[in-house]
């Protein structure tokens, strides 16, 4: 799933289409009906740890038809299996809707791109209408191309991922969007006081929520207080912080906790730069059998009881664990 940088990323491309309008649609999904934004206008974007937020508005020639596609029902979240593809719609056998004055619900395939829901209120067609998009695993958006397989998957199987939607505006340039959650909301839920690439991200509440008395790892996934991190971004912190993913946060010094929390904001922000400037990430402890030290590392799935377990990547030699009576003592870098 991408982590916050992905994300922000992502809400840059969008950004450049604000003001334009939806001149035609097109993408695999079933719950979603790309028709359904035919003559819309793209009218803002806002981003928020993982989630990105686009508001559509219907156009006066949609208003004055009395039939804005956003004024029909809308289906309760439902989740769409990732299915066949028995029938391509990309760039070359893309099923393309173009406006008319009645956009019958597209017959597409199943995408192999994960899951799907769509959801929440269905006001009057004149009401801005906020799309929220949630990405799951290699969840993307593509400006003006679209993505093209690298290898074979385990079925031997070379065709190119299919778009859940894709967006043409009257600029001429096209949005594609890959493996992703949709579902209408009234407003952005946006909360920069927990968004780690936010100005006004809060440390204090950060830094209060990791002294509690669980597996900090546990809590630097909690989109509550670091909306915007991910496995990777948890691991790499951890290990730059010289502190074992199982630490009890309420065992750690103050000091610990500030220079976690300084990795996290500064891995992010240097992710997030490198992004721009087309430069990888380097990782120097996620996916890696050795760390910068040379030393072994251990790779064990953590999470909390009866919830998710996300694979976590350590080096006990430089994250040493010690027993739950004494303060961790972990490098600091």
């Keep these: 799933m991408p982590e916050g940088p992905s994300v922000r990323k992502y809400h840059h491309l969008v950004s450049g289409f604000v003001g ?14 790309p028709a359904s934004f035919q003559s819309l206008w793209l009218q803002d974007t806002q981003v928020h ?3 990105l937020f686009l508001r559509f508005d219907p156009g006066e020639e949609t208003r004055s038809r009395g039939n804005s596609p956003l004024s029909e029902p809308l289906e309760g979240e439902r989740k769409e299996e990732a299915g066949n593809q028995k029938q391509a719609v990309g760039s070359d056998s893309q099923k393309i809707s173009v406006p008319s004055s009645r956009s019958p619900e597209p ?5 192999d791109d994960g899951l799907e829901c769509l959801g929440g209120d269905s006001p009057a067609g004149d009401a801005e209408r906020w799309l929220q998009v949630r990405f799951g695993l290699f969840g993307s958006i593509w400006m003006n191309e679209f993505s093209r397989t690298k290898k074979a998957n385990k079925k031997g199987d070379w065709r190119d991922p299919i778009p859940r939607l894709v967006l043409y505006f009257d600029s001429g340039g096209f949005l594609a969007f890959y493996n992703c959650q949709m ?3 009234s407003s952005p839920v946006v909360k920069p006081n927990s968004d780690i690439l936010s100005e006004k991200f809060q440390r204090g509440q950060a830094l209060e929520a990791l002294g509690q008395e669980q597996p900090v790892c546990y809590t630097l996934l909690d989109q509550r207080y670091f909306s915007g991190v991910g496995n990777i971004i948890k691991n790499e ?8 993913p199982l630490s009890l946060g309420s065992l750690l010094s103050p ?9 996290v904001v500064e891995f992010s922000a240097d992710w ?6 087309g430069r990888q990430q380097h990782k120097q402890i996620y996916q890696k059998e050795q760390c910068p030290a040379g030393h072994q590392v251990m790779k064990e799935a953590f999470g909390p009881p009866g919830g998710f377990q996300r694979l976590t990547w350590w080096c006990p030699q430089c994250q040493p664990k010690l027993p739950p009576d004494k303060p961790e003592q972990g490098q600091l870098s």
């Design 20 to 33: 334009q309008q939806v001149i035609k649609t097109g993408g695999s999904s079933k719950m979603l009906n």
């Design 272 to 277: 997030l730069q490198g992004k721009f400037q």
């Design 49 to 51: 740890g993982k989630k």
């Design 107 to 111: 017959v597409v395939p199943n995408g």
């Design 255 to 263: 000091l610990q906790l500030d220079v976690l929390v300084d990795h």
């Design 183 to 185: 579902s209408w909301s």
């Design 237 to 244: 912190a951890l290990y730059r912080a010289g502190i074992h």
